[in-house]
């Protein structure tokens, strides 16, 4: 009796412990601006936004570790270009190496369009083909990579949703 609950038990709790195939589709684009920062300065004509969209495609996109360094890199250089201020630009980039990371079970974690999960793991050709063609169609819309709706991320009133 107890090897015959046994046989008919044991596939369920393997078939329970089987690996779901990933999707091999990211999700469309999206991006809240500067996620839990502000957009822009509402003392100074500052805005970073910019900066911020470029960086959220990047990690939409996700990859390898090293990509996200250089994501991260290039989010400062922008911020520190637009406002000449090192301390903000600074602060950003700490916000993001600390908060950042693909471990990490947040709407803005690198590779954040793809299912949780995926960490470090670099683009297949397809994927990445996948990829290019929606960031292309989303350029398309926006090629200068400007937040629309005048969201103020963490800041203030709503945030900035760009989808193609």
């Known amino acids: 009796m107890r090897g015959q609950l046994l046989a008919l038990v044991a596939p369920l709790v393997l078939a329970g412990c089987a690996s779901v195939a990933a999707p091999t589709s990211i999700a469309p684009f999206s991006t809240d601006g500067?996620?839990?920062?502000?957009?822009?300065?509402?003392?100074?004509?500052a805005d970073?936004?910019?900066?911020?969209?470029?960086?959220?495609?990047?990690?939409?996109?996700g990859g390898l570790?090293?990509?996200r360094l250089q994501a991260d890199m290039a989010l400062k250089t922008c911020v520190e270009q637009k406002t000449g201020n090192p301390g903000l630009a600074q602060t950003m980039f700490l916000g993001v190496r600390a908060g950042g990371g693909p471990q990490v079970r947040?709407?803005?974690r690198w590779g954040y369009g793809w299912p949780y999960?995926?960490?470090?793991?670099?683009?297949?050709?397809?994927?990445?083909?996948?990829?290019?063609?929606?960031?292309?169609?989303?350029?398309?819309?926006?090629?200068?990579?400007?937040?629309?709706?005048?969201?103020?991320?963490?800041?203030?009133v709503a945030p900035v949703r760009c989808s193609p």
């Open 34 to 45: 500067c996620s839990l920062f502000p957009d822009r300065s509402p003392a100074i004509p």
């Open 48 to 61: 970073w936004c910019d900066c911020c969209l470029a960086h959220d495609l990047a990690y939409w996109r």
């Open 65 to 67: 570790e090293e990509a």
């Open 106 to 108: 947040t709407p803005f």
């Open 117 to 156: 999960g995926r960490g470090y793991r670099g683009l297949t050709q397809a994927e990445a083909a996948d990829v290019s063609a929606q960031e292309d169609a989303y350029r398309a819309t926006n090629p200068s990579l400007q937040c629309q709706g005048g969201g103020q991320g963490a800041g203030g």
